[in-house]
């Protein structure tokens, strides 16, 4: 009979664990959808921004073509917040290209000299 309780113990407490686990896979998978939508709506508020002041030079830097600048610049700042909250990412980081890594590389590396040794 103790080793009866003893295991049906072991399963209550792997249970538990499994529950707790899973609790806790939820609320890491509503903060990083709340953090994507962070992104999305920043990165719409920009993009339609840029689109505003300079349409052709934003297609170039957000990069997207000259169908969906207009799309985005007609969406309403209803439709723009539904769409920056659909899950997925908007943007899409560039950092395949190697110029623009090797770019920011250069960047940071005059920011370093430019700050000397720490003293």
């Given at each position: 009979m103790e080793l009866v309780n003893r295991k049906f113990s072991d399963t209550r407490k792997y249970?538990?664990?499994v529950h707790e686990?899973?609790?806790?896979n939820v609320?890491?998978?509503n903060e990083i959808t709340g953090e994507i939508y962070e992104l999305n709506a920043?990165?719409?508020?920009?993009?339609?921004?840029?689109?505003?002041?300079?349409k052709s030079a934003a297609i170039s830097d957000i990069g997207v073509s000259e169908q969906v600048a207009d799309v985005l610049l007609n969406l309403s700042p209803h439709q723009a917040l539904r769409l920056a909250?659909?899950?997925?990412?908007?943007?899409?980081?560039r950092f395949d290209d190697y110029s623009?890594?090797?770019m920011l590389d250069?960047?940071?590396r005059a920011v370093?000299?430019?700050?000397?040794p720490a003293t």
């Open positions: 249970n538990v664990h686990q899973a609790l806790s609320m890491n998978i920043a990165y719409m508020l920009l993009a339609r921004r840029l689109l505003c002041e300079n909250r659909s899950g997925q990412l908007l943007c899409c980081l623009i890594l090797d250069e960047k940071i370093s000299i430019c700050d000397g």
